[in-house]
Every structure is written in C-alpha cells, then in structure tokens.
C-alpha cells in the first residue's frame, strides 16, 4: 500500500508520485493510438513498455482495453494536455527551454525545434537515466542540444541548471506540466517564485491552474481516488492516488504569477475539450474541467518616468 506523501519520500517510475509519470505517459499512448492527428507521442509506449508495470504496459500497448480500469476522460484530457504543452513550446520560438519534472516527456526528442534550442530537462537522477538509456536502445536522437540536469524539485535544483549551462539572462520556456499538485502549497509558491527570477524579459511559461477547492470538493475527490486504485488493485498495480497529492488550500499558479508579472491567457480543461470536439464532462467529482492550463509571457520591466 503506497504511503501519504512527505518531506525527503523517494520513489522510482513504478512507485509513489514518480508512478504517475508512467501513467502519464500510458494514457498518452492512448490517445496517440486514438488520434494520432490530435497527439502524435510515439516514445510513450515504449517508454511505459520498459519500466514494466504490467497494467500499464498493457494499456499503453492496446492489449487491454481501458473499459473501467481508464475513463475515456482520461484519455480525451491527455490528448487535450499534450496539445497545449505542445503547441506552447512550438509558439514560444526561443532558444532555453527548461521542462521541470519531465519525467517519460520525450518533448525533447520529437518536437522540431529550431537549430540552436536547448532544453534542459529537470527530474531526479533516476528518472532521467532511465530515459535516456531507454530512448537510445530504440536508436532515438534529441531533436535539440537536451541537457540533462539531475535534481530534485524539491533541493537546490537551480544551482544544477546553472551547471548545465542555464543563462538566466537568455528567455527561457518554462513547464511546469501536472506538477503543481505533487507539491506542498508553500513548495509551489517557492517554484514560480524561483522561475520568475531565473527569467529574462521575454520568457515564457505554462502550467496548470487548479482552483481552491469548495466545502466538500476534497472529499469527493478522495472518493473518487480510492474508487481508481481499487480497480487498478484488482489488476496487481498497487497504487493509492488520494496520497499521492497535497491537498488544502494554495495559492491558484495564474493570479500567483500575474502578481509577479507574468501577462496570462488560458483556457479550462471543459473549453478544451470543447474546441477539440471531445465528449464533455460528465460526473466531474475532480473538478477536472474547471482547471486551466495557462501560459503567457513575463514582459520588460517598465522604465522609470
């Protein structure tokens, strides 16, 4: 049984919060098979192949159907996810590119970035070492100069971008993709804090944005948590997804970085769904639909009159 989070926990791609990595990339094979012309992910699968939990491989790969072990929302919100990720960076056109927690993200390998970019990828020794080992035995190359850099979120990891050649006077494109809720409130709040000082004028970030939850929210999603680990139970993957997230009131990641002058636009996931022609929400007990991805610009600083 997987424990409730806190400070100094570990973990690997199987296991606690680095599980959910796998999950993502599981359900971005999913939609990759379902509509390639809305997401085009072809490392997700072997990427999940090769970690080897079983449920998910299976997933992943189409030998099992999602039926009720995933909801087709699931499957429609990483189409809709991975898009907007994507399309964020093909927009943002700049040459330092930071995705923190990247976890099974192969951004750095399949977008066509320009000649030139850098991308730094930030997660835990472990998880970047399997990546690349993984991703070179399929013969795959970096599509940019991709810069590993081995460091918890949680540590000094700013002093590891530097050491991997991070020029904080460069713009940079930051992500900060299905993080914000692996992480305590005050650890959020020191994140953006941190990639708004580490950012020149003209830099660009997205992320997501969850709203503070109302009287009774947390509990209905902790319900619904439990009810999709007791269906992955009974499939041997024993993870319990309520303890995998810090719940309680936070700062919302867009008005927290409009007030240190980041200029914003977004949609909801609900909006997304829509533009995209996807099925609507239904029983929406996560809130889901009510989450906004973000992204905007951190423009120059006024002159002085």
Avoid: C
């Amino acid at each position: 049984m997987a424990s409730s989070r806190h400070d100094g926990d570990t973990w690997d791609l199987a296991s606690s919060v680095g599980a959910t990595a796998t999950m993502a990339a599981a359900a971005r094979a999913m939609a990759t098979r379902a509509d390639p012309s809305l997401i085009d992910d072809r490392f997700a699968e072997p990427l999940v192949r090769a970690v080897g939990v079983d449920l998910l491989t299976r997933l992943a790969s189409g030998e099992a159907a999602p039926g009720d072990l995933v909801e087709q929302v699931w499957i429609d919100v990483a189409k809709v996810r991975t898009k907007f990720y994507d399309e964020f960076f093909r927009a943002a056109g700049l040459p330092q590119v930071v995705i923190l927690a990247s976890g099974l993200d192969s951004r750095a390998y399949r977008l066509p970035w320009p000649a030139g970019t850098v991308v730094y990828e930030v997660d835990r020794p472990q998880v970047l070492e399997f990546k690349t080992r993984t991703l070179a035995g399929l013969g795959a190359e970096p599509a940019a100069d991709r810069r590993v850099v081995a460091a918890d979120l949680r540590e000094d990891w700013p002093a590891a971008l530097h050491a991997a050649g991070f020029d904080p006077a460069r713009p940079t494109a930051w992500s900060a993709e299905g993080l914000l809720g692996y992480l305590p409130p005050e650890a959020q709040d020191r994140l953006l804090d941190t990639i708004t000082e580490l950012s020149a004028p003209g830099s660009r970030v997205a992320t997501e944005s969850r709203p503070n939850p109302r009287p009774g929210d947390e509990a209905r999603t902790k319900e619904s948590l439990d009810r999709l680990s007791g269906r992955w139970r009974e499939h041997s993957f024993d993870t319990d997804m309520a303890k995998l997230r810090y719940f309680g009131e936070r700062n919302e990641a867009a008005s927290y970085l409009a007030a240190r002058g980041w200029e914003l636009t977004g949609s909801t996931v609900r909006e997304l769904l829509a533009a995209h022609g996807l099925a609507p929400l239904e029983d929406d007990d996560l809130r889901t639909g009510d989450v906004r991805y973000v992204s905007g610009v951190l423009p120059p600083m006024p002159r002085p009159a």
